[in-house]
């Protein structure tokens, strides 16, 4: 059995069966690393000896018969923006370069009671602050499927790990795309969850009433498999829900009679690439040939919700990065004049152009005068947004469109064009402003070879939903099983 | 294009705390005017009647007992700073009231 | 020149709650142990999230059912952004626009005037406190310390309108501020260590050829003390009466900025605080990650049911209803709730509201001097205490034998006894204390002294009363527990009629 590149549940079948150790698996995704993240870049910090012996920890609870936790053996790369006691966690930032946090996030927590093997901490947008992957201060990571093309962003580490086959899982987070959007460059299957379903304690904030943490696998499955370890209450978020989480792994396998599909006209725009229109089309009819009710359906602010987010986006990052200032930790710079002048340089040279430029753009939309104009009319619009989803809702129990409007890009293709690559979020960030669930699934191969990534989005804790109706596409095709030639 | 001066992003990057070259504000003022005219398209929408949505979930009341919870020992609060003495974290001094 | 005082002050109340108001950490001044009361929320470690403390919550609702404050149905929670070593996430979460109470007053009684006067209060709001920097005071410029153990503790910021008319007003005003928030147990109030801290806004309304003019406003800052309130405004008033004469046009509202001073008690002078670099813009916003907070009218009575008697009420009553001076009324309230609680149960026992008095403002009093305790450690609780003092009231053992008790009990207490009441009439049993009632027994003694003392008893006849001293001494002895009055009225009624 190729141990790289199966998935989830393979592994935990060869594992139950006797045929694998935690440790053969872990050792093998070890190895692929070693012998692939040279051209992919994908992980910031692997730290092999710990995974190793969590690894033989499990193998040593199987042998003696203990309990052992749904994830066990299973190696997941993870996100640097996610805290990890006593392990660097650097928001793949120059400013956070050396920061060690004193606490684990309450993901990491989850994961090691599920008794995962964090394998290593995998490269970002600088903050979580791009689409691309590119404004890492740290590292270029490539698209496995071509290396001269993004990976996309944010969370593209995390995506790019798990095409290049380097975990099987892998944690990302999402502001506005950050973790369907990679899924889609990459092939794999990602997804956003409900605002308020998996804690962001631990976190590190970018946009606070936008993150959310999900799960990347290289199957349906496997996200329902992790996504049900993540999800569920934690007191020290206090927008954390309070509602039961369903056994996701449990029911993924089961279509969904009479399932309405909604299609969102304004996702298919122009500007779309017409690979990934083909490709919308055809997943559509995929979902037709199973008894689906095909719905068009409009959400008429959608033309809005660029702006919208970043505003809301951009201010709120501007007083969530306010803390990054030389004094309790972080970057402090060498050359200074005084206290004043101590902070501008530390942050100057502890952050990136594209940082900068958000939190700029956020100290304006929240300051004297331009808050009303700016800020506060971006939340109300987000209202707006949210009831077109509201009302889509009431007719249809999907809806489904292209993940971005084209496949990956070409690394350095639109780093001087911030505006442009704000635009291309348009068909994600509207399940962030809204709150809503949304998942990409691999739906195609574009005539340049790249993957395209179908997302599907449902209602405020429709997870269940969501990944049942993911699988019902997955189980009539094979795009999830492509690789790239890279690890093959 | 909403014009915004060098002026306004000093002013802009002093309340960020952002030391930047005059290039870079020559830079972002291009930049950030762009996206500052593309964001008026939201003028387009009458919102007066709308009540702002700053949270993605309605959820309220979300409040923890009154209990103590051990705190971090002092070298663990203090090793992530650029300068402590031990005790103390460590800035340059603080000019007030001098 | 005739002017009006305009004062409004801004008071921060540290709430007495267990943990810090958004993180477990303890809420416990301690300066001599920086940066142990510290965690990933309270450091504004990155991905670290607040939860807000019920407790806090709760004290600050009590609060405004004190201060008259109305209490809005739902708030949220702002940040107001700032940089300073002392505020690690560079933001403070705060309220701003929907604070959880606004439009009170409290009720302030002025010495020098009598008069009764009514401040009003803006708002009352709760936020966190920031940590707590130290200057280099060496002068050669070193390095600020920081300490965030204070970083996170809930603070109450109660802001009173413009309503102060003098120095003298707005230290009653915080005194009974102090008083209030004392008593309903929702802060310390401890000035010295900061759980009670002022800021002042004051300008003169001044009469001006025939038209009212402003000064301009100042700030000053950081008030801590009452006698600092009063002295520093004091000095501010003079001050800005001095400027306005020499120079009635200029120094005015609106042509002179808004300046903030600090306070210099040992020179006993203002002085201006640096100016800041820029004008403050705190770019207030709703903090996405906490969530608003509603109030029904169901919590609000509850609350409302476990609020004392105010002090100003207490006063009133142990005046007019226990017959107290209203100096000894003020110094028993003033040592705080407890005292006074204690103070009502001794009175309500022996059913003498001076007695109790009395012997709580001296005897009490010193002990718990001496030992350097609060009335909720006194040994001796206060229902003995009434029981002996309900002896002494009725008569049935003279006060000075009620100090023996009150030594033995205090003994006994302090050696860890659990003292019941019934203990006082076993010790003056012991001690055979109880005043002779019998008085045929007290005339025979009488008899037996005046034998003894024929020259005394001569003078007495004669009309020199001060002889009688010596007689009851001898009498008193003889009968150990007597009423000395009445032994002194037995004798003379003896040598006389």
Known sequence: MQLSGATASQLLEAMDSGEMTAADIVRAHLDAIASLDESVGTFLSVDAEAALTQAAEVDRKRAAGEPLGPLAGLPVAVKDNICTRGRATTCASRMLENFVPPYDAHIVERLNSADAVIIGKTNLDEFAMGSSTENSALKVTRNPWNVDCTPGGSSGGSAAAVAAALAPLAIGSDTGGSIRQPASFCGVVGMKPTYGRVSRYGLVAFASSLDQIGPFANDVAGAALLLERLAGHDARDSTSVDCPVPAYSQSVDQPLEGLRVGVVQEYLGEGTDDDVRSAIETAIAVYRSQGAEIVDISLPHTKYAVATYYLIACSEASSNLARYDGIHYGHRAEQFESLVDLYAASREEGFGDEVKRRIMLGVYALSEGYSDQYYVKALKVRRLIRNDFDAAFQNVDVIVGPTFPTPAFRIGELVDDPLQMYLSDICTIGANLAGIPGISIPCGISASGLPIGLQLLAGPFEEEKLLRAARMFERETDWHTRRPSLSQ | ?98 | MEYTTVIGLEVHVQLLTKSKLFCGCENLFNPDNPNVQTCPVCLGLPGALPVMNREAFRLSLKTSLALNLQIAQSSKWDRKQYYYPDLPKAYQISQYDLPYSSEGCVEITVPSTGKTRRVGLFRAHLEEDAGKNIHDESGRGGDSQVDLNRCGTPLLEIVSKPDIRSAEEARVFLEELRLLLWYIEVSDCNMQEGSLRCDANVNLHVQHNGETVATPIVEIKNLNSFRGVEAALEYEIRQQAKKFEADPEGYRIGKVPKATHGWNADRGVTFEQRGKEEAADYRYFPDPDLCPVTVSDDEIAEIRATLCEFPASRRHRYVSKLGLSDDVAGVIIDQGRRYADYFEAVASECGDGKQAANWMTQDVQRELNERKVEITEFSIPAAVLGTLLKQIVAGEITVKSGREVFIVLLTEGDDGSELETSRVNEIIAEKGLKVEQDTGKIESIIDTVVTRNEKAAEDVRAGKLQAVGPLIGQVMRELKGADASAVRQMIIDRLTK
Do not use: C, W
């Open chain 2, 1 to 98: 294009m909403v014009e915004l001066s060098n002026e306004d992003v000093r002013k802009v990057a002093s309340l960020a705390r952002l030391k930047l070259s005059d290039a870079e504000i020559e830079h972002f003022a291009q930049q950030l005017g762009g996206v500052l005219q593309y964001v008026h398209v939201l003028d387009e929408l009458d919102v007066s009647d709308i009540e702002p949505m700053a949270h993605a979930v309605d959820i309220s009341n979300v409040l923890r007992d009154d209990e103590t919870t051990p705190s971090l020992p002092r070298e663990d609060a203090l090793a992530n700073a650029p300068k402590t003495d031990g005790r103390y974290f460590l800035v340059p001094q603080i000019l007030e009231n001098a």
